[in-house]
């Protein structure tokens, strides 16, 4: 079990009550679908983040949706905290079980329902993992851009409730964009559809689109039907280096001004080229920054795209502009992105990263005030992400433990800094418990409260995933930073 940021703890349930729980569980779903033996607790304990894992009392593996809306029922009885979880690779602590309780796992829903190739729709369960649903509408000839980095293993139910997004949003948006409608289920076990199965559709409220990055905190998905587009005929990936971020920063602006948009532009500076050398990479040692930028298109004028792009990064003094020459390349260089959460959490002891959205414009700004925090607090940081959106992965890392409060520090003048600059805290990841106490400061008291009752409509006795975006005891400090 990964060990790392102390989390919010909520008082747990007695003994008594969890035996009763179970008791209860095992009596409404059956044996085999409700467990709690320590791997299985475990296992469904922690996510990606730097959050410390918490065990629950007992995990619910449900085949469908007549479970989920069982033990959404059973937790309303009881009053017993429920915390859905597909799964589980969420980066900030959204699927942790704060409360203790019921795990809700939806990971074995994994059926893809139906490929509509007439409406360009599909219908899946929560548990379909990303990159299978990728291939299965591509073998169609269709397309579903949202590309979070972990696709090998993210599933749908989790895409949803943190309305996931990843380097191809820069020109296709998140899942929300996605996102027609939702089959639900409420505590208490009501279950519904939200949304809709047609390209248009503007009866009532808009609530598919408000569970969608809700992070579980209002209704369990059991099923959802994504829009799809024909798959581009072609796609142009290209490394430009430069000899520093900034330049790199520049280079963004530059490429954005082009008239293209291309599906990403991804930046990677010094320290994380670092960890793209040692993943196999051949990274030229004089590049100080990368950008890997995509455009797609139809056969003929995607490479034509590329151009125009790659020649405003030759105009913004890029060192060199290689396009992948075949698959593997592109793959290989894919494969030491996607990697890159991993790969530099094993460059230090402790790592904490952050991703901070600016008004692309601000990208450059925003690196100098990473210098600036970085020079000020002693502690080594590195910046990756998706800046042709402005969304930036800020990374703290660092070795020695007295070092925590100067990371706290630099921290809190992170996110004032982005805020300043017309920023949000978070553009992929989520609030959960790791960013609930600067909630306040970037969305103010009214809009706060305001959500909190939204959830109060939804979850009365605050049953549904407790402790998560609006708890600002969530997270004191960087406090308990362990290695991870
Ligand atoms: C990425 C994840 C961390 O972009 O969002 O790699
Ligand atoms: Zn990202």
Known sequence: M???VTSIRLPRLSPDRVDRVRARLARELGDSKVVADAASLE????????????????????????D?????????????????????????????????????????????????RAEHVVVVEPGVVLGDLHRAVEAEGLFYPPDANSLAWCAIGGNVGENAAGPRALKYGATRDWLLGLDVALVGGEATFVGRRTKKGVTGYDVAALLCGSEGTLAVTTRVVLRLIPKPERVVTMMATFADVHA??????????????????????????????????????????????EVDGGEDDAMESAGRVGSRFDDAGALAVLVAQDASQRDRLWEARRQL??????????????????????????????????????????????????????NFLWDDDDHEP?????????????????????????????KAPWLRLEQ?????????????????????????IFDESARSGTKGHRAC
């Open 248 to 293: 790199a920063g520049r280079a963004v602006m530059a490429a954005l001004g082009s008239g293209i948009v291309p599906r990403c532009i991804e930046l990677l500076d010094a320290r994380t080229l670092d960890a793209v050398r040692a993943r196999g990479v051949a990274v030229d040692e004089g590049a100080r920054a990368m950008l890997i930028t």
């Open 341 to 394: 959460s991993p790969a530099t959490r094993a460059m230090a002891r402790h790592k904490i990263s952050e991703d901070v959205v600016v008004p692309r414009t601000k990208v450059p700004a925003l690196l100098d005030e990473v210098d600036r925090i970085s020079e000020a607090i002693g502690v080594s940081m590195l910046t990756y992400g998706h800046a042709g959106d402005g969304n930036l992965h800020v």
């Open 444 to 468: 103010g008291d009214l809009l706060v409260d305001l959500q909190r009752r939204l959830k109060a409509v939804f979850d009365p006795k605050g049953l549904l995933n407790p402790g998560k």
């Open 43 to 66: 296992a469904n304990a922690g996510d990606e983040s730097d959050q410390e894992p918490i065990l629950p009392d007992v995990v619910v593996r449900a085949e469908n949706a007549e």
């Open 406 to 434: 100067r990371v706290e520090a630099g921290l809190d003048r992170l996110f004032r800094a982005v805020l300043t600059l017309g920023g949000t805290l978070s553009g992929e990841h989520g609030v959960g418990t790791s």
């Open 68 to 116: 989920v809306a069982a033990a959404l029922r059973v937790a309303a009885e009881l009053e017993v905290p429920i915390t859905p979880r597909a799964a589980g690779s969420g980066k900030s602590g959204g699927a942790v079980p704060v409360a203790g309780g019921i795990v809700l796992a939806t990971i074995g829903m994994n059926r893809i329902v139906d490929i509509d």
């Open 2 to 4: 990964r060990g790392v």
